[in-house]
């Protein structure tokens, strides 16, 4: 459910409790509302997937906020959400200028990644009304679907969609693990799946993409900084492999006549960790590994296991996966079990757009917005967690959006994970810097790349 929110009536001035002013509520005000939707009282933090009832109220919420502030809403082909900020005299061919982020989560997730960029958007609409902000091109504010990947398995799935790097073919063929295909699970929340696919035309509507997210890292807190803006994503992907072993009694079936599938599996665990060590800037992760049937007292039958792995570009991602993945075929065969590897997902390696993120560099390392924003300095850091900004910064064929990100500082340093934090000064500081950044680009407009 929704909190209801108090108006937050304190006189305008520096970011306090939540950053609240006349303006309306604050950033972190906002994001109070949607805390106690999608707990997981089991693994801790917030699991919001895709079409849940915890993501769709969360979808709800969000249509409300934007429809409150005026702005036209809709729903894709491919389920995002689109708040549209078009002003009278604002001509529709105009590209917009677009921001926004995500609401689903990955099992027992943080509160503020994706939340953050999508409360910070609304807050910044405010901000720029309050301000007397005349946009001289459309307002476009998003919400990808699956941006997690934690129902169907592949991360930005929304985004990638939109832009054409997955396809119809591709979105309709995937299920969750229960079986439920994405048009069936989309069809149980009335939405219409068939026309899923590539939009192109939407796509050209977009002049340049701005997305705030709440740091996965501990880049800005070491820095003593409240703002960053992003230089490059990692490249990652993920692989599924499935061992097939022989299901047997655990006290009834002597050692040496055994073929168990999670031996070989935990060999992909170990060599995960040893191969990607022994690399630079290469991360590697079994974090999900399901053996069946999964009982305490039975030799599994079958084990699937997702390996996410992340590099400085495609080509040393692919090269790791498939060290690993002869560590995992020579361990399957010593064990006397099958072995299946399947690519799920692969978002390329991405530097953002170098004129657009100066551009906005310079202006929030001017004296105006350091004011406003507290921040002393605004350092580039790279981030090796995945993000809808890079699929559309990386879009196949036609123009490729220019995209950029602003990370807002996480005292913790720790993300998909309950202890994942913003505090509330600096989510208002990050809604700030997003409302001066949009300011200038739906006034002056992007510079040309
Ligand atoms: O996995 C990622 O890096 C992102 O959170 N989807
Ligand atoms: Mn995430
Ligand atoms: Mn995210």
Do not use: Y
Not at 54 to 59: D, I, N, P, S, V
Not at 245 to 259: C, I, V, W
Not at 399 to 425: C, I, K, Q, W, Y
């Amino acid at each position: 459910m929704i909190a209801s929110r108090e108006e937050t009536s304190s006189p305008g001035g520096p970011p306090g409790n939540g950053g609240g002013t006349v303006t309306g509520p604050g950033a972190a005000d906002l994001l109070r509302d949607l805390a106690g939707t999608g707990r997981d009282l089991r693994r801790g933090g917030f699991s919001r997937h895709m079409f849940t009832d915890a993501e769709m109220a969360l979808r709800e919420w969000f249509v409300a906020e934007a429809s409150a502030r005026g702005l036209s809403v809709e729903v894709d082909r491919n389920a995002n959400l689109w708040a549209w900020w078009v002003p009278a005299d604002v001509g529709l061919t105009e590209r917009a200028v677009v921001t926004g982020s995500h609401l689903d989560s990955v099992p027992g997730g943080g509160a503020f990644d994706g939340p953050l960029g999508v409360v910070s958007a609304l807050r910044a609409v405010d901000l720029l009304r309050a301000a007397g902000v005349r946009p001289r091109r459309p307002l476009g504010l998003v919400v990808f679907a699956e941006e997690e990947g934690g129902r169907f398995g592949v991360p930005c799935l929304g985004s990638r969609l939109l832009a054409g790097s997955t396809s119809r073919a591709e979105a309709l063929a995937l299920r969750d693990l229960d079986g439920v295909s994405l048009a069936e699970a989309a069809a149980r929340v009335g939405l219409d799946a068939s026309r899923i696919g590539p939009d192109p035309e939407r796509m050209d509507r977009i002049g340049c993409f701005v997305e705030l997210h709440v740091e996965q890292g501990r880049g800005l807190v070491d820095l003593g900084e409240p703002l960053a803006v992003a230089s490059s994503v990692l490249a990652n992907g993920r692989w599924g492999f499935r061992f097939t072993g022989e299901g047997n009694h655990a006290g009834a079936t002597p050692m040496d006549s055994r073929a168990d599938p999670l031996l070989p599996a935990a060999h992909v665990v170990l060599a995960a960790r040893r191969v990607a060590a022994a690399g630079d800037s290469l991360r590697a992760t079994v974090g999900k590994l399901i053996p069946r049937p999964g009982g305490t007292n039975v030799v599994a039958s079958s084990a699937d296991l997702w390996l996410d792995a992340r590099g400085p570009d495609m080509q040393r991602t692919r090269r790791m996966v498939e060290e690993i993945t002869t560590a995992a075929r020579e361990a399957a065969e010593v064990e006397g079990c099958g072995l299946e590897v399947r690519q799920e997902a692969a978002n390329t390696e991405v530097h953002f757009d170098a004129v657009l993120r100066d551009q906005i560099r310079d202006l929030l390392t001017s004296r105006e917005a350091q004011a406003r924003t507290g921040s002393r300095d605004v350092p580039l850091l790279a981030t090796g967690a995945g993000h809808d900004a890079a699929v559309l910064a990386a879009a196949p064929g036609g123009r490729p959006v220019p995209t950029a990100m602003l990370f807002v500082r996480n005292p913790t340093g720790v993300s998909h994970s309950p202890a994942e934090h913003a505090e509330d000064d600096d989510c208002e500081r990050g809604a700030a810097a997003l409302a001066l950044v949009l300011g200038r680009l739906l006034v002056e407009g992007a510079q040309p790349s």
